[in-house]
């Protein structure tokens, strides 16, 4: 494997399931992101781990609980979702550095839909 | 608060000629780098070019280049010689300041479509 990659690709879910989202990134970086990409809107950045220490929880709300055991994996764990949660769930790493451009690497997405 | 935004929700141009997607920022921070990113229909966010606040020259990758212009800022991207395999998304992002992270804020994206 190289890259970013994220699995599922497609997760069907209810209101009152719970499940994972994995992501894993194959480039040594030392840090990682979750995003969501609604429809229209642009992608928000909702959790960040630098090192393994989250850095950023950009009011996310509760349902949704990140984990990073280290610096290669990245989860996000779902439990009582609403329906206007369903969207496509990004995935990056990058390695931060103070110069350069520390650009992100995006894995190809979990669609979530919630029923 | 900063802000990127992106004016052209679709944009249409036919194989092998050039076409300028435009993207403004907004910030108080001299420092700061913007980003473009392609999105297929796959998902996937494609990292394309990148410009820092400090880059004397514009950016260039391939058939990329990145029209800077930090008086106006704005950071259009220029597409040479369209293929249809560059039909897509593309999303202008600008990052935050360093400070032990890399914070990106994305714009709502322009769908550019390649005719032959």
């Known amino acids: 494997e190289t890259g970013v990659t994220q699995t599922p690709r497609h997760l069907v879910m209810g209101m009152t399931n719970k499940k994972s989202l994995k992501c894993e990134q194959h480039l040594g970086h030392n840090a990682m992101y979750w995003y969501k990409q609604s429809a229209k809107k642009p992608l928000e950045l909702m959790f960040v781990y630098n090192f393994k220490e989250q850095t950023e929880n950009n009011s996310v709300p509760s349902r949704f609980s990140p984990e990073c055991p280290n610096s290669s994996h990245l989860f996000l764990h779902l439990h009582t979702l609403q329906p206007e949660d369903s969207a496509l769930y990004l995935c990056?790493?990058?390695?931060?550095?103070?110069?350069?451009?520390?650009?992100?690497?995006f894995g190809p997405g979990t669609r979530l839909t919630v029923l | 608060a900063q802000k990127i935004t992106q004016t052209q929700p679709g944009m249409f141009v036919q194989e092998k000629e050039a076409v300028t997607l435009d993207c403004t920022y907004d910030?108080?921070?001299?420092?700061?780098?913007l980003f473009w990113y392609k999105q297929p229909s796959s998902g996937e966010m494609i990292f394309l070019i990148y410009q820092g606040s400090y880059d004397q020259q514009n950016a260039t990758e391939g058939r990329y280049s990145l029209n800077f212009q930090k008086a106006r800022k704005s950071a259009n991207l220029v597409i040479s010689a369209s293929q249809l395999g560059d039909s897509a998304m593309y999303f202008c992002?600008?990052?935050?300041?360093?400070?032990?992270?890399?914070?990106?804020?994305f714009g709502t994206g322009t769908r550019l479509q390649v005719f032959p």
């Open positions: 992002a600008m990052r935050e300041p360093f400070y032990n992270t890399d914070k990106l804020i």
């Open positions: 910030t108080s921070d001299p420092s700061y780098g």
């Open positions: 990056a790493s990058s390695q931060v550095a103070q110069e350069g451009s520390n650009e992100q690497f």
